[in-house]
């Protein structure tokens, strides 16, 4: 059920309105979009050397383990050098997820969306990092566009006819658990030094943040790195920075005790930002990678 | 539709002409289980009035609300995708009366 969309259904938006949406997206990002490809560029490729390895006849240092062999083999044996190998390009499969749920449309966050996903796909298309992906969620989460097909103008229109934002119901845990599976399955097609990315995009309203953080976690153990991008589109005022969460806790005696607590502290991943305006999101999307990336250095 | 964990955004206004019953109309994520009483006590809550609540009534779109979020929502075609404004204003109802929703 988490496959690609039936080519056979009808997508809720036609072909010319989606391919005009694609247009007004794609101007409106045209500026921003190289400044993300350099941006990114820098955080995903690595750039120190790596370690020096061996075994070569001319190199940088003595492989010390291969001295005495070398002597006893009448100096036959004379792959004795370490050299320091230019590092490999990292191959990454990077998964955009998009909210279609109706709450996009009323916070006001569709035309945010839709830039969002223009300026992403486009940044990350130039820059030939491997294999790029966009599922869309709310109720269900459906791939609309996966990772083995190339991304062009006209798929960009494809995947903006799937996107209504009317779905009825905003179910995150699902998107994850889903996105590992999809994840796993990808995995198989890809090499050993495969690194798996999600980029969510979405208003940030969603239920019951126990369960989606221990879905998190499990991501996050399968070498799946998650980076939630809050779309925030409406004035300061109704920002969901200073959104309340309600909720009931029991006290000492069993009673249900109210409690308001700021949305945000309990957001259930780690590395996210808030975007208020298209502008701002290469520098925000840049700044949540290398965090995640620093993070991951150090661990 | 909705679960018992189903939440809704919504934001709370008051004609009311007293400052002091004013809270800040910031959103709030709450339970689609709430009725009367519940919204009440967050009204309440946010007012610093925990220890001495005053009873409030709800209004969605000039509706009293007598039924739990829930049921308003089913009612009128809407799902907890839905930002919800409710207007609140002192209780006229008798005591006995509004502990009943
Ligand atoms: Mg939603």
């Given at each position: 059920e988490s496959g690609l969309v039936e080519d056979a259904v009808a997508a809720p938006r036609a072909i010319e309105e989606a391919r005009e949406l694609w247009r007004a997206s794609d101007l409106a990002t045209l500026e921003l979009t190289a400044g993300l490809c350099e941006q990114l560029r820098l955080i995903l490729e690595p750039t120190l050397a790596t370690k020096l390895k061996g075994d070569y006849?001319?190199?940088?240092?003595?492989?010390?383990?291969r001295i005495i062999p070398y002597i006893a083999s009448e100096f036959r044996k004379d792959k004795i050098w370490l050299r320091r190998t230019k590092p490999s390009k990292r191959q990454y499969q990077i998964m955009i997820a998009v909210d279609d749920s109706k709450s996009m449309a009323e916070s006001h966050s569709v035309e945010l969306a839709f830039q969002s996903i223009a300026l992403v796909s486009k940044a990350l298309t130039q820059l030939e990092s491997g294999g790029l992906s966009i599922v869309k969620f709310g109720e269900t989460t459906q791939v609309v566009h996966p990772f083995d097909r190339p991304f062009t103008s006209e798929t960009g229109a494809r995947v903006f006819q799937w996107f209504d934002f009317l779905q009825t119901r905003t179910d995150v845990q699902r998107l994850v658990s889903q996105s590992i599976g999809l994840f796993e399955t990808a995995r198989a097609t890809g090499d050993a030094d495969l690194w798996q990315l999600q980029i969510i995009v979405s208003d940030g309203v969603c239920e019951d943040h126990a369960t989606i953080q221990r879905l998190v976690r499990r991501a996050r153990e399968d070498k799946i790195m998650l980076v939630f991008v809050v779309i925030n589109g409406v004035?300061?005022?109704?920002s969901i920075l200073d959104m309340s969460q309600v909720s009931y806790v029991p006290d000492a005696a069993g009673n249900m005790v109210l409690k308001v607590d700021k949305y945000l502290d309990s957001f259930p991943f780690e590395f996210y930002v808030v975007v208020h305006d298209i502008n701002e999101l290469p520098e925000m999307l840049a700044l949540i990678l290398r965090q995640y990336f620093t993070e991951l250095a150090s661990a | 539709m909705a679960t018992d964990k189903s939440q809704i955004k919504i934001k709370f206004f008051t004609?009311?002409?007293?400052?002091?019953v004013h809270v800040n109309e910031a959103p709030l994520y709450v339970?689609?289980?709430?009725k009367r009483y519940g919204l009440s006590e967050i009204v309440n809550h946010l007012l610093g009035n925990d220890e001495k609540p005053v009873p409030f009534d709800f209004l969605i779109d000039g509706t009293l609300l007598r039924t739990p979020i829930e049921e308003y929502l089913v009612k009128n075609g809407l799902s907890s995708e839905a930002f919800l404004t409710l207007e609140y204003t002192r209780s006229v109802l008798p005591p006995s009366f509004l502990a009943s929703y």
């Open positions: 006849k001319t190199g940088k240092r003595l492989n010390m383990k004035n300061s005022s109704e | 004609r009311d002409e007293d400052q002091e339970p689609v289980s709430l």
